[in-house]
């Protein structure tokens, strides 16, 4: 058994063997070759904040690996109400065979796989979105051949997208270039940490963190929880846009991604972002096959 809280937790194999088992589970998946390796498993999945693709992706993943998905939004669990994590993680152990849980605080996934004793998956924290970066890698490396050498960049706010990113591109061997406003860089030490272990810059500069990019990547200037902040946030990242001028900048046919939900004409213009739908629609995809890959290598028996 073992934990996807964040992505740091896991070594560079670990995260080539999700690789390598989404892209297996793909193939599978396309030929109608079935892969019940979790039969008769249930995995709970717990929303504190809204989703389509991690919703879908999590239960279509978890009935095509033979098991059963449960929704439980936090509104109407009693922890929505002040049941300690504590207590949830310890009585959810006992029903269920894995958590899946997007919420504010990372603070909650570590506790619930603290005091539960089944693994549990980050589905989103205000911290790190890492079955995203599973996806986000699986689908660089099927547009690109590989990781190792090739440059990822990500233009906008240094939020939990910019976190996992960063994490993951490093530990597979990327150069990763962030372009931010001063006032809103990624997490401190996991800059720090990604100075110290690969090739990492990170900038006011968007053409200067585009220039040499193999993927440049973006994602929304408001996260989950921000709405208030998103008229002030319109201001303080306006420029920090996926456009044609930083197409410009990046290599010849250098792709384009995005997490979604996309916002057009903020972080990115429409018609960057219809001119690289494929690469979107394909990473969006790939949130299936790689998190069937992490759910299998957390909960199998
Ligand atoms: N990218 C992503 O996690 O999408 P949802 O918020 O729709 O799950
Ligand atoms: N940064 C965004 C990612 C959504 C998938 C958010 O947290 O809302």
């Given amino acids: 058994m073992k934990h996807l809280l964040k992505l740091s937790d896991w070594s560079t194999e670990e995260i080539f063997e999700a690789l390598d088992l989404a892209d297996k589970l793909k ?40 098991g059963t998905g449960l929704f439980l939004s936090s509104r109407d669990l009693q922890i929505g109400r002040g049941e300690p994590v504590e207590d949830t993680a310890r009585v959810l152990s006992r029903y269920l065979d894995g958590i899946m849980i997007r919420t504010f605080a990372q603070k909650e996934v570590e506790d619930l796989a603290t005091y539960g004793s089944i693994p549990i998956i980050n589905g989103l924290t205000d911290y790190c979105h890492p079955c995203q970066v599973m996806a986000d890698l699986q689908t660089i ?49 996991i800059m720090k940490w990604a100075s110290e272990n690969g090739s990492f810059t990170c900038t006011e500069s968007v053409l200067e963190a585009a220039a040499g990019a193999d993927a440049l990547y973006t994602d929304v200037w408001a996260s989950m929880g921000q709405e208030e902040e998103a008229a002030e946030r319109r201001k303080i990242f306006a420029g920090y846009q996926i456009n044609d001028e930083v197409m410009a900048a990046a290599n010849p046919g250098a792709m384009v991604m995005h997490c979604l939900p996309a916002h057009r004409g903020e972080e ?20 299936l096959h790689a998190q069937k890959a992490i759910m299998v290598l957390c909960m199998k028996k």
């Fill in 27 to 66: 193939y599978e998946k396309k030929h109608g070759i079935s892969h019940h390796l979790l039969e008769g498993q249930t995995l709970g999945m717990i929303f504190s904040k809204s989703s389509t693709r991690t919703r879908v992706s999590f239960e279509v993943g978890i009935h095509d690996l033979g």
């Fill in 268 to 287: 990115i213009t429409a018609e960057v972002f219809e001119a690289h739908a494929n690469e979107i629609f394909d990473e969006a995809e790939n949130r």
């Fill in 141 to 189: 490396r099927e547009h690109k051949g590989t990781l190792a050498g090739k440059k990822l960049c990500f233009i906008g706010d240094g939020n939990n997208m910019a976190n996992s990113l960063i994490v993951g591109g490093i530990k597979t061997g990327m150069a990763v270039s962030v372009s931010c406003p001063n006032s809103n860089k990624p997490d401190a030490d």
